[in-house]
T-cell receptor
Framework: DAKTTQPTSMDCAEGRAANLPCNHS???????VYWYRQIHSQGPQYIIH???NNETNEMASLIITEDRKSSTLILPHATLRDTAVYYC???????????FGDGTTLTVKP | EADIYQTPRYLVIGTGKKITLECSQT?????MYWYQQDPGMELHLIHY???????EKGDLSSESTVSRIRTEHFPLTLESARPSHTSQYLC???????????FGAGSRLTVL
């Protein structure tokens, strides 16, 4: 697996966009970028994934740089319920096990 | 609405007891996983299975064992629990050809 680097923690004001960065400079051509989040020790929840094009779903947007060495998860209008640990993972799509690092603790403040 | 179920959610037992944590999924996923997570710490993969009768050790050594006799069921067993086994155990599954994990709510084990 390519190694990922994320900031330990971030704050965001409620209603504003939360931009969570992830560096994955050793990513290989067939590896996807996946994002999960874990709210207060619940099981992690899948958010979004992508290969090289930007992706958007009902939860978030994923922006991947052209060289694919970094990406940003965007929560367009953060709410208090988005406070969680966010994990960036790089894997080939058909691989089995996934390794979760320390992630970024996002705190959304009123 | 959960498609992957873990029981019990909470368990407090004494040292030396045998315990089994249950995990079942209704999605027909081939792949299943067990992660261990201490409070405030990262998740560590301890077991995984790519199908019936297939089990492998994960990245973190664990004294627990698993079995996969049916596709939907992936129980984890500790033959003799110790206080060092106190942790949260999270089960997950994914289908072949994809890498999106669906997690259960977790089983929080306390060994006294």
């Amino acid at each position: 697996d390519a190694k990922t680097t994320q900031p330990t923690s971030m704050d965001c004001a409620e209603g504003r966009a939360a931009n969570l960065p992830c560096n994955h400079s050793t990513i290989s051509g067939n590896e996807y970028v996946y994002w999960y989040r874990q709210i207060h020790s619940q099981g992690p929840q899948y958010i979004i994934h992508g290969l090289k094009n930007n992706e958007t779903n009902e939860m978030a947007s994923l922006i991947i740089t052209e060289d694919r060495k970094s990406s940003t998860l965007i929560l367009p209008h953060a709410t208090l319920r988005d406070t969680a640990v966010y994990y960036c993972i790089v894997r080939v799509t058909n691989a089995g096990k996934s390794t979760f690092g320390d992630g970024t603790t996002l705190t959304v403040k009123p | 609405e959960a498609d992957i179920y873990q029981t019990p959610r909470y368990l407090v037992i004494g040292t030396g007891k045998k315990i089994t944590l249950e995990c079942s999924q209704t999605m027909g996923h081939d792949k299943m996983y067990w992660y261990q997570q201490d409070p405030g710490m990262e998740l560590h993969l301890i077991h995984y299975s790519y199908g019936v009768n297939s089990t492998e050790k994960g990245d973190l050594s664990s004294e627990s064992t698993v079995s996969r006799i049916r596709t939907e069921h992936f129980p984890l067993t500790l033959e003799s629990a110790r206080p060092s086994h106190t942790s949260q155990y999270l089960c997950a599954s994914s289908r072949s050809g994809a890498n999106v994990l669906t997690f259960g709510a977790g089983s929080r084990l306390t060994v006294l």
